[in-house]
């Protein structure tokens, strides 16, 4: 899977976000599930990006973080303390990681694979905040704001498809996702100007750069390795989400 196949599967699946945040009073069950389904397709592609030794286990821990977080942020949203919630199944996937590197029969590469797995624990982990933001939208009546967000992130990463200059690529999918973000978190949350645009301007860069970063690996271009290119920006945005939620609705 190629550099311009990449986005267009990323672009997918925060449209895939945006679509289940308007579905109503079951919104957050299916964001849960496709939380779930993206934290799975980054556990199963993370060892293949980052060229990791015993891949099995890898993926075994990285991906049950994403769903374990997805389960546990839809269990517990809307309590006191939801968050903490997000950080204990972080820590609970970081011994996770650990436990894999005691249990390993092959002992070479224990740093390379201890900090790749942590580093997609930390990613999938989070990813459970897309959860507890569309709780919160729903109590508020801001699920509008979470679909704008979802949307501009859909456009930026989008953009990211086309062959143009990288430099001239992140410029534009900045600039248009932002701007989709400032007119719909208008529209349908009725959400100021400013503040619109800086949660719009803070998820398109959060999106460009972890696209750009991941996809920058030597084995980015391959197939399995692609699904952790496309799913970790829509991971990492679900952290602004929350805070956008949270602050803005």
Sequence with gaps: MTAPERAPLGAALALLMALFALTGAHSPTLVAVAVAVIGAL???AWPALLELPSPLGTRIVVG??????????LLIAGRDGAVSAV??????GVFASFVHQMMRRERTRL????????????????GSCWVLAQVAAVDKAA??????????LAV?????ATGLPTAVRVVLATVLGTALTVFLAGALAGI????????GLVTTVGACGAHLLLG????????????AVAGAPVATVGVVTLMAVNLLA
């Design 42 to 44: 980054v556990g199963i």
């Design 64 to 73: 049950g973080t994403g769903v374990l977080g997805a389960v546990g942020a």
């Design 87 to 92: 950080i204990i199944v972080c820590a609970i």
């Design 111 to 126: 740093t390379d694979s201890l900090t790749g797995t942590v580093a997609g624990v930390m990613l999938t982990g989070l």
């Design 143 to 152: 699920t509008g704001l979470v679909a704008a967000i979802a949307l501009g």
């Design 156 to 160: 930026t990463l989008l953009v990211n």
């Design 192 to 199: 100021e100007l400013l503040p619109a645009a800086v949660a």
């Design 216 to 227: 920058s690996a030597l084995m980015a271009r391959q197939p399995a390795a692609s699904l």
